[in-house]
């Protein structure tokens, strides 16, 4: 290694009389002139999303931002209990639950759709027929290889996920229904034909579409999913500076622990 | 422990055909409707902001969404190099950084000020003259305690940092420039008459100052600071995938290590 | 920087035929050689710790593995119910929980101890008697600042933590009772002449003590807690895979939210 | 849910005048008796291990425990740097750069090991000419799946990594040499036939192989190296205290940045 290596970023630079973002004066064009969803979509692509653009994402981001007390929430609350000293510690650990289960439907969605369309044999179609048939064999090789679809069935919206018309419609007036919520809501129209039961087109994989349309990377899809869920557990945090419930939580798990003391199954 | 407890939270809510956000529902009246700067104010302090406000909020998010190659822009690359299966470990590793030196001056200056304030004998002042000599009793406390001024400084921008004149200048559009704000600017004015030079104002300073006055809870200042700065590391990552650099940096310590075996302190 | 930095480290080394740690040959010198207690004290001195040096240091470590459902516990198990894809995640959650609250008390007791027999003036006392009095003066000194005694003190142990004595007799059977240990002990004997009533010595505290006595760094004592944590939050993901509550700890707090749909105190 | 749920663990409980471990007085039975290693084994699997076994698994734990200048080192010194005020969160973001890259080899190879002994028709072999024949079968098949053999290949070690021949040896001499490790040796056997060239055997698979004799649990082998890491990060957590070069690194590559305002690759 005869020379220093050198390191390129594009995003946050400094001089002494000047700092950019994203090749743009921070200060002058940047503050004040930019919104945050705006800027988020932007420092992902590094290209400056359309108005559109940043309402499709925006809408992805409050659907995702906050569920109630799901485990990232309690996480974070029983954390900031345990180490009020560290609210990055709080955040972080809330956010380390966006994984596989609870936040990665986002992903998993867009990811998989996307497969589809690049296989799809002569392009994408071009009309309904067109994707309701390509939908069609879709689900029909899930039921074969005995794996769900991602993004169909909500436990609790069985009758349908309000987020998902929503969404699709905002795209749709935004000039923004691509391929992949085309090929998300043919899923919908068709999937009863193989599974013999309609289930519902959940939030979270019609936000992977929406992401996925927008063309921002799929390998990240998750990671908007938890700048959203960033924001939420904030709120949380806050909520739970005004109204404490995590010591509650805490003490509703441990002193309805039946060990205390009676060695439930006593090793050997 | 007779009953069970019962959790509450205004934030996010859901019945199989309904879901709501902050007692809104989100389909219809938060998504496609609330910018996603506007939505994260809303969830820390459940108050609708307006218009002005957002902008403020959106203004210092944007000043500190990303700062280039810092601390924790490398940890959240190197964490992704090691373990790209997971990007919220990457994520939640990058705002771990997020602490008392680096993310830590926006908080810290933002509770300093608000302490201040409320010391305050007879209220905040009405006048230039007032908040000057407010500024320099505060000033000559803290050189006379052997301690430094939060927010007063900076090691690059020596000569005055763009962000902080900025910010004032939006924050006093949107009628919104308070009293820490004000305490702030005054601070700038008369330190050198205490301390014999003349710094800047620093960027994470002004951005406290301006949180504070927007009346976001001091505890979690920090946490917008992280807020800002997770859709930074996403940008990151995002540029990590196109041009990655992580493995040189690793590789860069790694082959500049000098103990690779003739154990530099050999231990006794 | 006209020159490539040099990183100095002592711990682990390679070179294609050998891999040293600490100095020594991995292979054939520590593996099968070295107890883990022993190589983390090792490691975190870079001074081999004799055979009653590791005994103390494994007595703490075991003192501190794992105590029942704790936030650290529950936030481990409900991070791998919410992303069981990154056993990393899970485990540094756990961690997270790891401060100034419910595993800080080891450290803040250490320092604490530390600081009064670094003040002390003519030195450490040579007798009880003296220890005694600079207890004394030190429990004094904290009430009149309104302060509590760092480890002084339990909510379930009224009447004695029994790791307290148990981790003092191991101490002084390896010759190994030192000066904060001395003065830990002495707080406890002469604490309620003060206080007006007996507390007991928590173990949490004596831990503190006895690894102050060791000679680790004052700096990273909450960093020996984490690593008997790290212990206790694989045992903890363990018994989860084979008895599952973590979806059960979720739901009874979910269900029990009183806010679905009601919007307990709607926002303005 | 009409009822309080109950929740079990055989972990830590605790009574006024009891505190309890894996179903033994903690203080009598385990504080001065057991070793952490012993104790960590113990956690993991509810069942006490024989000194052999805890010294094939302290073995294991040794020769995982540190690396030098790795991503997760250098991770865990940069979060040290810039939120010195919480070692939990340097140490947690250490830990999770061990995904599937970095530290994953040992738990991917003992589930790999694992896979093929299971599916073995007729049980394992149970001489050397039946387990080379396995091995020969199973190197075959994945050369023929395009896919690389876990544990198989060092990028520095690669005339033989010292670890695997002492490792083996440890186990042998604790009567623990079982089939994952023998199926692990015969692959070192047979490759080149398959391969065309020899490779080493490398430590993190040998160290998968021994923790799946141990009948450790597969799903945590991940957390076993975790473990040996958290110790290491302390140590290098140590080192950065007295010799720091955290600030070093940073500046390498903050200062090697080219993009410091000329825009590199300024987006449209």
């Known amino acids: 290694m005869a020379d220093r290596p050198v390191y390129r970023t594009a995003l946050g630079a400094s001089s002494p009389d000047r700092i950019t973002l994203l090749g743009h004066d921070l200060a002058r064009e940047v503050m004040g002139e930019v919104g945050f969803g705006e800027l988020a979509f932007w420092l992902a692509t590094q290209r400056r999303p359309s108005r ?41 650990a809330g956010l380390l639950g966006g994984g596989s289960r609870f936040l990665g439907v986002t992903e998993d ?27 069609l064999a879709t689900v029909r090789a899930r039921r074969e290889a005995g794996r769900f679809v991602p993004g169909l069935g909500h436990h609790v919206h069985k009758d349908g996920d309000p987020r998902t018309p929503r969404l699709m419609a905002i795209a749709a007036e935004e ?52 700048l959203a869920r960033t924001a939420g557990l904030i709120g949380q945090l806050a909520e739970e500076l005004r109204h404490p419930v995590g010591n509650d939580i805490f003490l509703s798990v441990d002193l309805n622990n039946a060990s205390v003391d009676p060695d439930p199954y006593r090793p050997s």
């Open 175 to 226: 000039g923004l229904f691509g391929p992949h919520l085309a090929l998300f809501a043919a899923i919908g129209r068709v999937h009863p034909r193989v599974l013999g039961k309609r289930l519902p087109l959940n939030g979270a994989g019609v936000c992977g579409a929406a992401l996925a349309d927008l063309g921002l990377p799929l390998e990240l899809l998750r990671g908007f999913a938890l």
């Open 109 to 135: 969605c867009g990811r998989f759709l996307h497969d589809v369309l690049t296989r799809a044999e002569g392009g994408p179609p071009t009309d309904d027929a067109g994707w309701d048939a390509l939908a």
């Open 52 to 92: 559109g653009q940043t309402r499709v994402f925006e809408a992805v981001l409050a659907a995702l931002a906050d569920h109630g007390f799901t485990p990232t929430a309690i996480v974070t609350r029983l954390t900031y209990l345990s180490a009020p000293d560290s609210v990055q510690g709080a955040l972080a």
